[in-house]
């Protein structure tokens, strides 16, 4: 069936660090892929999206490249905010499934002064 | 730019209760998304609605049902509530020129059943 994995959190990391969270999917078809962050208390927003095989999705100084040949779409920013903390999930839909969502675990981010 | 509106915002029932949420989609969006995250949890899509009829059903217990109006919101009813019901329920919006099928999400309705 389809399904995400991501990495486990909490990842706790210092102001301006490298972030990298990895997600991995199984699917068949070509999935369309996403990155969606939820701030504590609150709903889920699409942070960006890739709908295609070797797509870079990117927004707000995140960006994730879409590997159809290692089927993972890691999120990467290069300096992290103490704004950042949240949770963030990793996502897929398969083309011809209702576009319903499928949802990896969901990581917990600290961003730390 | 207008957002998905869900109401009530937070819910209290007791067990073996009747609970109704509702969602406004955004604006000429076609397709609404119901999903139940529990604590800590991961969203769980529930079912969906596209032109108003149900295009697809995934982990929706058989006490809840819901539909899509004329005018595009959506409700869900839950009946006979049990204390795992008490989760996150989000409902989310797609359709329109240009957004391909990305599904915006509304703010979630808090269900606590005691």
Not at chain 2, 25 to 39: K, L
Request: some cysteine; glycine content about 10%.
């Amino acid at each position: 069936g389809n399904s995400v994995t991501q990495m486990e959190g909490p990842v706790t990391l210092s102001e301006e660090a490298f972030l990298t969270i990895n997600c991995t999917y199984t699917a068949t078809g070509y999935p369309s892929l996403f990155w969606y962050v939820q701030y504590p208390g609150e709903g889920l927003q699409l942070l960006l999206k890739a709908t295609k095989a070797d797509d870079k999705g990117s927004n707000k100084g995140f960006e994730a490249t879409y590997r159809k040949e290692t089927t993972s779409f890691h999120l990467e920013k290069g300096s992290v905010q103490v704004s950042d903390s949240a949770v963030y999930f990793c996502a897929l839909s398969v083309p011809g499934q209702g576009g319903k969502l499928i949802f990896g675990q969901g990581t917990e981010l600290s961003v730390k002064p | 730019a207008a957002g998905v509106i869900q109401s009530p915002r937070h819910l209290i029932k007791e067990k073996r209760e009747t609970a109704t949420l509702k969602c406004y989609p955004i604006p000429r969006h076609d397709t609404v998304y119901w999903y139940q995250q529990g604590p800590g949890q991961d969203p769980q899509f529930l079912i969906s609605f596209y032109e108003k009829m149900q295009s697809d059903k995934g982990s929706i217990p058989d006490r809840f049902s819901a539909q899509q109006f004329s005018d595009y919101h959506s409700e869900l009813n839950m009946s006979s509530l049990e204390l795992g019901d008490s989760a996150l329920y989000f409902c989310a919006s797609s359709g329109g020129a240009g957004t391909r099928g990305t599904q915006y999400f509304g703010p979630g309705t808090r269900l606590t059943v005691l």
